[in-house]
């Protein structure tokens, strides 16, 4: 198995009624580089908050060098 570094599984984030991240799901493994692109309101800074633990998503698995951000 490879060594991942950053790890997302299903994570959903919801402000209020209002969905941000739906399923995201990215892994990173060790000596990768990855790029997160998109449209203005497409929900990476939210995806960014949520990998470093600022924000809380409302479900799913967040890990960064096999710790989990949210135990």
């Known amino acids: 198995m490879q060594d991942l570094v950053i790890v997302l599984e299903a994570v959903d984030k919801r402000f209020g009624p209002t969905p941000i991240l739906r399923q995201a799901a990215l892994a990173v493994p060790r000596g ?3 790029g997160i ?3 203005n309101g497409s929900g990476k800074t939210t995806l960014l ?4 633990g ?3 998503p409302n479900a799913g698995r967040v ?3 096999g710790q989990e951000v949210y135990p």
Do not use: D, H, S
Request: glycine residues 6%.
């Open 32 to 34: 990768q580089t990855c």
């Open 37 to 39: 692109v998109g449209v």
């Open 49 to 52: 908050l949520c990998l470093v």
């Open 54 to 56: 600022l924000i809380r």
């Open 63 to 65: 890990a960064l060098l």
